[in-house]
């Protein structure tokens, strides 16, 4: 930031038990002039109970596989606030849904921040991770900006027609926004030290992201984008 020589970021983390838990990253700013600038970079608590964890504050999310990139959300914006729901641990459904595995679902409904065309525009999306095999993960993710300044009101029933709907491409109706979707896999493959000597175990991993779709409405990618990778932990048998 402009003006800005010296800075000092502190982060620390507490905990009560098994049920809560908490972290605090402010940040302390000071220019030429001895003026002072302090902001909280990230500050998250939640509650833990019976597998599900729900909390709010201000924080960053990463959602896929890749290492340095990420179609939908990653680490290079800046946190925004929010509030968070989902599984704490993976479990695993009854009956003929146990086939597809361990799984994980998290949920969460933001703002932005005051910038661009309408500020404090919202943000919401769902996650869904899958384990139908020990060496393979999927995951399947939906992110949906709307409202901001200057829009619509929203009703309660607005928030899960625009999660879970088509939304609506009138830029006078509430449902109207911006959604973003993506797939993404992991595939580990042990022991390939055999075949491949540099390496001993080895991660492929993908995600496939779009923002429009064709086909009125139905989810057919149009002009995609993609993250391909491959990750070794054990890199020359080490």
């Keep these: 930031e402009s003006g800005f020589n010296s800075r000092l970021a502190t982060f620390s983390r507490g905990q009560i038990g098994d049920f809560f838990s908490a972290t605090l990253s402010p940040e302390l700013r000071i220019n030429e002039k001895g003026s002072v600038n302090a902001r909280v970079l990230e500050g998250f608590a939640k509650f833990t109970q019976y597998n599900v964890e729900a909390g709010g504050g201000r924080e960053s999310l990463w959602w896929g596989p890749g290492f340095n990139g990420s179609m939908l959300l990653s680490t290079n914006g800046r946190p925004f606030d929010l509030i968070k729901a989902g599984a704490a641990e993976q479990f695993t459904l009854p009956w003929i849904f146990e086939y597809l595995g361990p799984m994980?679902?998290?949920?969460?409904?933001?703002?932005?921040g005051g910038g661009g065309q309408f500020p404090h525009t919202k943000l919401t999306g769902l996650r869904l991770n899958l384990t139908p095999a020990s060496f393979l993960e999927l995951g399947f993710s939906r992110v949906v900006q709307f409202?901001?300044?200057?829009?619509?009101a929203l009703g309660f029933g607005d928030y899960l027609q625009i999660l879970f709907g088509p939304g609506s491409d009138d830029l006078n109706s509430p449902l109207n926004n911006n959604t973003l979707l993506s797939a993404d896999f992991s595939l580990r493959i042990p022991n390939v030290s055999r075949y491949l000597p540099l390496f001993r175990d080895v991660e492929i991993y993908g995600e496939l992201g779009w923002d429009d779709t064709c086909c009125n409405g139905v989810l057919i990618p149009l002009l995609p984008g993609g993250i391909i990778g491959l990750y070794s932990p054990n890199l020359f048998g080490s």
């Design 104 to 112: 994980k679902l998290t949920y969460f409904l933001g703002q932005l």
């Design 147 to 152: 409202n901001g300044e200057g829009r619509p």
